[in-house]
């Protein structure tokens, strides 16, 4: 199984395992479906080398996860962290999403589980690295394009995309560890 196969199936389960916590509290008068089984069936669907989500998301599953208490991050800007004639690594932006209006916006979106990562900070990918990185900026007297960043311990690794229904925002889970 290669590595990024089992990231995959790693946030999957992790995932899997959040949502059945989350079903093992007591049941309220009426029953309800669980809201978060729809993002785990499709990213599960995904993983297993589907090109798309067997059912489209709700931007409901995207409300009940973050009221069930998991946080949701946006993907913001793509960021040149460094470049030489050799090649280039990227950064991407992410920033923590609190307005529930804000979850139906056109970017992609990530159910978070695992650690808590700060409200805002860039991934780092490159030579298989998926490093959580804050406070970016422009490095001063450089030859070559370069920004640097305080490093944290934490790595995001995150399902495959699905898409939401009528044109929504993309959406995955993250696994922060």
Same mark, same amino acid.
Request: no cysteine; charged share 15%; glycine share 8%.
């Given at each position: 199984?290669?590595?990024?196969?089992?990231?995959?199936?790693?946030?999957?389960?992790?995932?899997?395992?959040?949502?059945?916590?989350?079903?093992?509290?007591?049941?309220?008068?009426?029953?309800?479906?669980?809201?978060?089984?729809? $993002?785990?069936?499709?990213?599960?669907?995904?993983?297993?080398?589907?090109?798309?989500?067997?059912?489209?998301?709700?931007? &409901?599953?995207?409300?009940?996860?973050?009221?069930?208490?998991?946080?949701?991050?946006?993907?913001?800007?793509?960021?040149?962290?460094?470049?030489?004639?050799?090649?280039?690594?990227?950064?991407?932006?992410?920033?923590? =999403?609190?307005?529930?209006?804000?979850?139906?916006?056109?970017?992609?979106?990530?159910?978070?589980?695992?650690?808590?990562?700060?409200?805002?900070?860039? =991934?780092?990918?490159?030579?298989?690295?998926? &490093?959580?990185?804050?406070?970016?900026?422009?490095?001063?007297?450089? $030859?070559?394009?370069?920004?640097?960043?305080?490093?944290?311990?934490?790595?995001?690794?995150?399902?495959?995309?699905?898409?939401?229904?009528? @044109? @929504?925002?993309?959406?995955? $889970?993250?696994?922060?560890?």
């Amino acid at each position: 199984m290669n590595t990024h196969r089992l990231q995959q199936v790693l946030a999957v389960t992790a995932f899997s395992g959040v949502v059945a916590a989350g079903a093992a509290v007591p049941a309220s008068a009426a029953p309800s479906a669980n809201p978060l089984a729809p $993002i785990t069936a499709a990213v599960a669907s995904v993983s297993d080398g589907g090109s798309t989500a067997s059912a489209k998301l709700p931007v &409901d599953a995207l409300v009940a996860a973050r009221n069930a208490g998991l946080p949701i991050y946006e993907a913001g800007e793509v960021e040149v962290v460094y470049a030489s004639k050799m090649g280039a690594y990227y950064g991407t932006e992410y920033r923590r =999403v609190y307005e529930v209006d804000a979850l139906t916006s056109p970017t992609t979106k990530f159910v978070a589980v695992g650690a808590v990562a700060p409200d805002h900070f860039y =991934v780092v990918s490159g030579d298989k690295r998926s &490093d959580i990185v804050v406070n970016m900026r422009p490095a001063a007297n450089q $030859i070559f394009q370069r920004m640097t960043y305080d490093t944290t311990p934490q790595k995001w690794l995150n399902s495959p995309l699905v898409q939401l229904q009528d @044109g @929504g925002p993309s959406i995955g $889970i993250a696994l922060i560890r």
